[in-house]
């Protein structure tokens, strides 16, 4: 297992550790606005603005983007979320935010489990590690 994949175990608990406790909906960081999924959470490489800022590529969380996708401004919104590949983009364009907020804490447990069963001593496979929904992605602009 790569490095990269040994690092996003961490991430995803971290992330889930946020959500769970509100995290997005309540920050004196920027009061004005919604909070964004991913980009306002300390797991993001440019969550401290005083810093300059990093390639999304760098990200622990790239590899989870679709390989299509991965040239977008903020690719980690591209993650697909469940089955029907809806993503955090599709639901800022459509949906509420508490029904984003529900598919990616579901998405973030399932995610989870699947890479702490992958690395559990009883898990003898030695495939390719499968961690994000298969969907296919589209590109809306």
């Known amino acids: ?6 690092n996003l175990l961490p991430v995803l608990k971290k992330e889930l550790e946020f959500l769970e406790k509100g995290g997005y909906r309540e920050t004196a960081r920027v009061p004005w606005r919604p909070q964004f999924i ?7 490489l440019n969550f401290d603005p005083t810093q300059p800022p990093r390639p999304c590529t760098d ?14 401004k903020i690719p980690c919104r591209y993650i697909p979320l469940n ?4 993503t955090i983009d599709s639901f800022y364009r459509s949906g509420t935010r508490n029904e984003l907020e529900e598919a990616f804490g579901k998405w973030l447990r399932a995610t989870i489990q699947n890479l702490e069963e992958r690395n559990s001593p009883e ?11 298969r969907a296919k992605a589209s590109s809306i602009e």
């Open 38 to 44: 991913f980009q306002d959470s300390p797991t993001c």
């Open 83 to 86: 089955e029907r590949g809806e």
């Open 123 to 133: 898990s003898s496979t030695g495939g390719p590690l499968e961690i994000h929904v």
């Open 59 to 72: 990200c622990t969380l790239a590899q989870l983007v679709p390989t299509n996708l991965q040239n977008k």
């Open 1 to 6: 297992m790569t490095s990269c994949k040994q």
